[in-house]
């Protein structure tokens, strides 16, 4: 045994090589179970020394890291255990005004939401673009807001409303608020308004400052919404119009011209089956250097014979007129004989013709008046019954003709001429 004598009383001293196995035998005697405990624990796991100039340091981040790891409330805390140490690299000491990736990279680290730039959304809620609305009935109170709902939309672009049945309110605060709406394609079927709706309406549609196309389909409107369209028309920004059957009388028809001819940007008219009365051409006639329409369809109509002389004049004098569509449109003599003499006056590049039944003096003015415009690039006749007139009036004056393409199509035979002159 050794034994320290310099302090004048002898001391047991235990060398340092035999200090750890003299201990654990001492220890082992209160606890039996020591040797299991150094087997299962201290050969699992690496314990760092605790060093007095760190002032504990290693044992704060322990309880900083376990506290992060608890309020993920997560089983696998090793998923998240990358994330929270990032965070911690980050974060700011406060004594020192860095982060501990600064002092060690003499850098920050860049963040997950840094890898991504954030991308510039729209301030407001709602992303409806397209709009369908079917079958369905609204009262007063319910179609105000409706329409007020309908004029807020920030992005609403197209708008088809089919057999809705609406108040007058509704029309009445699409007027009000016409001027917020965003939408640029309009649809409408099946509905009958009244005198004050229909009025309310019209104002609406001309005052909606990004509606460029509009369609109305089996839509009973009162004379108000035509008279109401002449005064606002120069307000309208509608570039296209279809209308469907539709009916409309004297007063509806005049004041119906008269706005078309005074829409300022409409550029594409398509009528199907609407009744239209004398006044409607007359007005056209006398008003269709105003027009700014190019492309002009017209499907099934019947005219006489003072009304179809309206149409030629009123079709050959419009200044901007480029393609002309006829369906089933019955028209008399008398159109043929005023194209004809009114025909160095056509605008009309491609003029399309189905189903009709000419006679020999029709077919005869109708052959002469195709070869006198200037303008005529291309012609397409559908199912057109034509007397031999047309075609003998037509090799005569060919020579004048400017067409250079034709196609002809008669029930089941077809053939296509491209010549030119």
Not at 44 to 67: D, I, M
Not at 122 to 131: R, T, V
Request: some cysteine; overall charge neutral; glycine content about 4%.
């Amino acid at each position: 045994m050794l034994c320290d004598v310099l302090t004048g009383v002898a001391r047991p001293i235990v060398p340092v090589k035999h200090r750890r196995a003299i201990s654990d035998a001492l220890l082992g005697l209160s606890h039996p179970g020591i040797r299991a405990t150094q087997k299962l624990v201290t050969e699992r796991f690496v314990w760092p020394a605790y060093h007095l100039t760190a002032n504990g340091l290693v044992e704060r981040f322990h309880r900083q890291l376990k506290a992060s790891l608890k309020a993920h409330n997560t089983v696998h805390w090793t998923e998240v255990l990358p994330l929270i140490l990032l965070g911690i690299r980050t974060a700011i000491e406060s004594d020192l005004g860095f982060s501990a990736a600064e002092l060690v990279f003499g850098t920050t680290v860049m963040l997950p939401a840094q890898f991504v730039s954030p991308s510039q959304t729209d301030s407001a809620g709602d992303p409806i673009e397209k709009l369908t609305h079917m079958l369905a009935d609204l009262g007063s109170a319910a179609s105000s807001h409706y329409a007020r709902g309908l004029c807020s939309m920030p992005n609403l672009r197209s708008l088809d409303l089919n057999s809705v049945e609406l108040s007058d309110k509704f029309y009445s605060t699409v007027a009000s608020e016409a001027s917020n709406s965003k939408i640029e394609k309009l649809t409408h079927r099946h509905a009958d308004l009244g005198s004050a709706a229909s009025s309310h309406y019209a104002r609406g549609l001309c005052s909606m400052p990004n509606l460029r196309s509009l369609t109305l389909d089996r839509v009973k409107l009162s004379d108000e919404f035509y008279s109401t369209v002449a005064s606002e028309a120069s307000n309208s920004k509608i570039e296209e119009l279809k209308h469907w059957h539709s009916d409309l009388g004297s007063h509806a028809s005049s004041h119906y011209a008269r706005g078309l001819c005074s829409m300022p940007n409409l550029r594409s008219l398509y009528m199907h089956d609407v009744k239209l009365s004398d006044e409607y051409y007359s007005t056209m006639a006398s008003e269709a250097s105003k027009f700014k329409i190019e492309e002009l369809t017209h499907r099934i109509a019947d005219l006489g014979s003072a009304i179809s002389s309206h149409y030629a004049r009123g079709i050959c004098s419009m200044p901007n007129l480029r393609s002309l569509f006829m369906y089933d449109v019955k028209l008399s003599d008398e159109y043929y004989s005023t194209m004809a003499s009114e025909a160095s006056k056509f605008k009309v590049e491609k003029l399309t013709h189905m189903e009709a039944d000419l006679g020999s003096t029709a077919s005869s003015h109708y052959a002469r008046g195709i070869c006198s415009m200037p303008n005529l690039r291309s012609l397409h006749l559908y199912r057109v019954k034509l007397s031999d007139e047309f075609y003998s009036k037509m090799a005569s004056e060919a020579s004048k003709s400017k067409v250079y393409q034709t196609l002809f199509k008669l029930e089941t035979i077809s053939f296509e001429k491209y010549c030119i002159l």
